[in-house]
């Protein structure tokens, strides 16, 4: 069994940046791709970017593609998404999530952290 815990979350100025931690117990973290989703109040949950369990493959959605950046530390058993120029479209639930495969459809990730809140005021 994994837990997963966010962390990093808040609210912040368009423009302005955040970094997300997603700690994670039980079962090395390497073992598994790790994911960024997000979900807005009244929207579909959304794939914001993954990365392999070796590091070496990632993906971003359209909408933060040069703005926010996924990377892990697998001795911290920690993940990060590092999120720049903010916009206020940004502003929804965030979660970290862990699969054995790599991809970006949420139904197929089997943890769950339980979600940190960005706001981003314009």
């Known amino acids: 069994q994994v837990q997963l815990v966010e962390s990093g979350g808040g609210l912040v100025q368009a423009g302005g940046s955040l970094r997300l931690s997603c700690a994670a117990s039980g079962r090395t973290f390497s073992s598994y791709s790790m994911g960024w989703f997000r979900q807005a109040p009244g929207k579909e949950r959304e794939v914001v970017a993954v990365?392999?369990?070796?590091?070496?493959?990632?993906y971003y959605a359209t909408s933060v593609k040069g703005r926010f950046t996924i990377s892990s530390d697998n001795a911290k058993n920690t993940g990060y998404l590092q999120m720049n120029s903010l916009k206020p479209e940004d502003t929804a639930v965030y979660y970290c999530?862990?699969?054995?495969?790599?991809?970006?459809?949420?139904?197929?990730?089997?943890?769950w952290g339980q979600g940190t809140q960005v706001t981003v005021s314009s």
């Open positions: 999530a862990l699969d054995r495969s790599y991809g970006s459809n949420w139904h197929t990730y089997d943890y």
């Open positions: 990365i392999s369990r070796s590091g070496g493959n990632t």
